[in-house]
């Protein structure tokens, strides 16, 4: 049975991949069109600073040592051991929202397609995430998607998401699930913003590289000091993530340019996080996820709520 509630807002939750908290700055776009209607939450933290694992506490509501999921790859891991009988998709759905999920969904998503995970009316997800040559499961249709700049996932991804506003009924309530690759390994922009940011000034905060770690723990305490080719490199990876947001920057202003020509921008909420952070160089530690630093786990969480000032 579907239990119908007239009158309720439409959600769109977008998560970006490996994003560190302290890059919202460099999207120019949503800080103009949201940044003032937002409400920012300065203190945002994942519980598990893995992909699978936090993307199942995000579906789920549940600790990691509650839904089973610790790493991203089985055992303990990925899409095949995950209980998706339960999921923010299953309760929205069942109360009569629409529900879509467009790009990623779980590390190893592969193993299970072309099962589509209960509670999802419209799905286009990843087999294979990346930027170029991959494969989307498009509602049991397997699409290939070349090399060719008009290929790029982030650009893909925020089409198939403005298509599937635009065909969503006016009167029916709407939950999308927006997950483009971006900022991931291997960072790839879109080309229009290939060197956008080149020069940007390297990333130096006095935690940055420490010579002197005798106060950090032993594993920390035995990592060598990054050399100077670490150190470029890892300022290239930065320059590249920052370049690759650009593309989701450009897909949440057209998502809410659909907004505006449908009327629902005033009924609507917007919900934009990732799902856990990114070390570049802090404590020695460069191009890594899981620690128990807060780069690690500190997230960008904006909300945007119609009628609630940010």
Request: hydrophobic letters at 35%.
């Amino acid at each position: 049975a579907i239990v119908t509630i007239q009158n309720r807002y439409n959600i769109i939750f977008i998560i970006s991949d490996d994003q560190r908290w302290d890059t919202m700055q460099y999207m120019p776009l949503i800080n103009s069109r949201l940044g003032n209607e937002s409400v920012k939450f300065s203190n945002a933290f994942v519980s598990t600073a893995l992909c699978c694992p936090s993307r199942s506490s995000i579906l789920t509501g549940l600790y990691a040592h509650n839904h089973g999921l610790y790493f991203n790859n089985e055992p303990n891991g990925g899409a095949l051991e995950f209980d998706d009988s339960s999921t923010v998709a299953t309760w929205l759905k069942y109360t009569g929202y629409r529900t879509s999920l467009i790009g990623k969904y779980l590390n190893q998503y592969r193993k299970i397609s072309p099962q589509i995970p209960p509670g999802w009316d419209d799905w286009h997800v990843f087999i294979n995430e990346t930027y170029y040559n991959y494969t989307l499961n498009e509602n049991n249709v397997l699409n290939v998607y070349g090399a060719s700049p008009s290929d790029y996932s982030t650009d893909v991804l925020s089409a198939i998401a403005i298509n599937f506003i635009s065909t969503t009924p006016q009167n029916q309530s709407f939950f999308l699930y927006f997950a483009p690759f971006a900022p991931h390994f291997p960072y790839t922009p879109a080309p229009t913003d290939v060197n956008s940011l080149a020069g940007i000034a390297p990333w130096r905060p006095p935690s940055y590289n420490e010579a002197n770690v005798s106060d950090k723990p032993l594993w920390v305490r035995q990592l060598p000091l990054l050399n100077a080719s670490g150190s470029a490199n890892g300022d290239i990876v930065r320059q590249m993530q920052l370049e690759s947001l650009q593309a989701i920057d450009r897909g949440i202003s057209g998502i809410l340019d659909v907004l505006n020509q449908t009327g629902r921008l005033n009924n609507t909420i917007i919900v934009y996080m990732s799902d856990n952070g990114y070390m570049w160089g802090e404590h020695r530690i460069l191009d890594e996820k899981i620690c128990a630093y807060e780069e690690c786990y500190r997230v960008p969480l904006w909300i945007r709520m119609p009628g609630v000032a940010g």
